[in-house]
């Protein structure tokens, strides 16, 4: 079996955190993970930072707040294009809304709002559509205590039942503001099995669905938009002189048997 | 009285684990937290279906040996530790082990415990 490589995709930094990005991913590293994104609050001045090291990669996000959905849309537009994961910062029904309704979403942190899971039928019908994922912020679990943990779990475990049946990406955070928040992956993806998350599910959830994301946030050289791609270079590179032959050649067998 | 043949006993599992903490914690002190977080997540009921208990404790390093069918759920638990005495704490567990042997061999010796040296 091929290791699964985990990552942590919401992991805050100085100054809305307590450490910097380098201490962070000393720890992160040492349990494994193989990056981690620092998404900071997008009202707290600081520049989205990145960076790799030895296998280790520290990926450029942002966790964009608003309380207004049609600016939300605004601020979406704006971080886009300069991070690799692009967070909503959730927990209100309006903006939950707006940013399942985005296919510039990565990911809806805590949907969760104080009355309810926050996500319902119609919600992750848009988010299964746009690939939004729908975010478990296990800080809530560990760090929480007595009733509001209750009911944190209670909603998770809503949440899971609400994204299995329409398919939706789930993804497991720490939403760590100090190194000692983070997580090793084995113990998050226990942490999941609290809430009535498979093995299979959770392991997906840390490793999978945030290489996806970024996989998808990182286009290959030869990209134009969604959809349309440029070949040429990938013709052009390593094994590709069977293919370029089978295409000249076509035609040219094409004519002959006419 | 004479103990249960092999057969009957209760099978266990073995949790090596280390303690990433600001100061260093005595034993005393990481039981009775233990004990307050795995009863406030699991409660009694849950905490007597795991049978966790904590074997060896030294360096920021030991053993918690739990039921053999509840490694995730012991692991869970244990992870919800945050402070001890006002001080951050994180328990990484580095591997389940079916023998004490075995976890101590595999997991704990000759392992140099995370410090913090290099991040503070």
Known sequence: ?????????????????????????????HFGYAGIAITNHSNIESKPTGFKSNGFEVFKGIEVVSNNPSKLHGLIGKYRRNVDVLVIHGGNENINRAAVENRNVDILAHPCTPKDSGLNHILAKSASENNVAIEFNLDSVFKGRGGRRVHTLSYFRKNVEIARKFDVPMILTSNAASYFDLRAPWEMIALAGLFGMEKDEAISAISTVPAGIIARNRPGPGFIREGVEEIIEEVNSKDSSIDIDNIDSEPEEAGVSN | MKILPPTLRDKKRYLAFELICEHEVTREELLREMFSCV????????????????????????????????????????????????????????????TIAGATEKYLEGIEVFTNEGIE
């Open chain 1, 1 to 29: 079996m091929v290791k699964p490589k985990f990552y942590d995709m919401n992991v805050h930094s100085i100054p809305d955190g307590k450490n910097t990005p380098q201490q962070t991913s000393i720890l992160a590293k």
């Open chain 2, 39 to 98: 009863g406030s997540l699991i409660g009694d009921v849950g905490s007597s279906e795991c049978g966790i208990r904590l074997l060896t404790f030294e360096d920021s390093k030991g053993i918690i040996r739990c039921a053999h069918k509840k490694t995730g759920l012991t692991r869970a638990a244990v992870t919800t530790i945050t402070h001890i005495s006002g001080k951050r704490v994180l328990m990484h567990i580095l591997g389940i082990s079916g």
